[in-house]
């Protein structure tokens, strides 16, 4: 069942007739096409892409053939009111996460003859939360340029090397293997940047010590993301504890992951690794996230998880727990995993995760 019929199905059930998508986002998962002007309205009856000229051709190419693209002679919102005119609407979701104060005052002003209700953007994300058999073929596919991605990286790192040298071949290396774009800004931070699980590339030459490079593809819409830590040098006895610390608080998150598992779970058994350790306060974020058309959705591998959130098939997670020290250096080790629609457990991840030490 295409994107689109399940968003129908989902419409219905909300009791309403139609609904506007106007996040990019959005309107790819239901549409098939990528663009970034125009709307996409589904209805109880006929479903629509509306843009200009620039993406007609296009979109009558590649968009799902269940849409009609329409390219209006007058604004696109008086154009949406005609359609729902037509299929006979009353009451309309919009997307309320993304929708912006002036554009929903917009919309009260020309579909004013229809009733407006927030509800798409939580129906997307219900949607989107679990991948079919497809999806995950093409998050598999992404994370195979990323796998690539680490070991040419391997090969290319030198001393005269900056962090923005480390992130941009990464990111080139990724686009010429076929990745339409990066899933997010890289990181690649060494020595006591290491320390900032966000830190941003530095135009300076790699510090000794601790290298982390968090990276991922996007293929068709869809992300990959991965984090290894490798060592500039030689790592001292401390260091090498750190690692093995982080390493098997996430191998133990690994092997307790399956369907029906809470999500909540996970993240304390890394955690609970990592605390015994004598590294309580040192793992501020959560174990992971859901991975998907954004690099962050749901469902999230965290202490603040509801109890009732549970790994499903479909689900694509994180698995990425991290010790930070401040102001002298940090480590994480990130892999991405699914439940596969027979409810096993699949490892999208293959790069190595033992200490790896460079120059």
Known sequence: MSHLSKFQISLQK?????????????????????????????????????????????ARKQADPALQVVVPQSGQLLCVAGLLADNHCKTVLFEEQSLSFASHARYC??????????????????????????????????????????????ERISPTM??????????????????????????????????????????????????????????????????????????????????????????????????????????????????????RGCFGHSLGHGVGMLVHEDPRLSQSARENSLLSRGHVVTFEPGIYIEEKYGCRIEDMACIRPDGSFYNFTQSPKELIELF
């Open 14 to 58: 909300e009791g309403a007739d139609a609904a506007i998508i106007s996040d990019p986002i959005g309107q790819r998962y239901l549409s098939g096409f990528r663009f970034s002007d125009g709307l996409v309205l589904v209805t109880k009856g006929e479903s629509y892409l509306i843009t200009d000229f620039r993406y007609a051709e296009a």
């Open 162 to 279: 900056t962090e923005v040298d480390v992130a941009v071949e990464l990111e080139f290396f990724m686009r010429r293997s076929g990745a339409e774009d990066v899933a997010f800004h890289t990181i690649a931070v060494s020595g006591t940047a290491s320390s900032l699980p966000h830190g941003v590339p530095r135009r300076v030459p790699l510090e000794k010590g601790f290298l982390t490079m968090d990276f991922g593809a996007q293929v068709d819409g869809y992300c990959s993301d991965m984090t290894r830590t490798v060592v500039l040098g030689k790592a001292d006895a401390e260091m090498k504890r750190l690692y093995e610390t982080v390493l098997s608080a996430q191998r133990a998150a690994l092997d307790a992951a399956a369907e029906g598992v809470a999500c909540r779970s996970l993240d304390k058994i890394a955690r609970d690794i990592i605390d015994g350790a004598g590294y």
């Open 109 to 154: 002003e020309i579909l004013c003859d229809f009733q407006l209700k927030g509800g798409a953007s939580r129906i997307l994300a219900e949607l989107r939360e679990r991948k079919d058999g497809e999806e995950l073929a093409v998050i598999a596919r992404a994370q195979s340029i990323t796998d690539a991605a680490f070991a040419h990286i391997l």
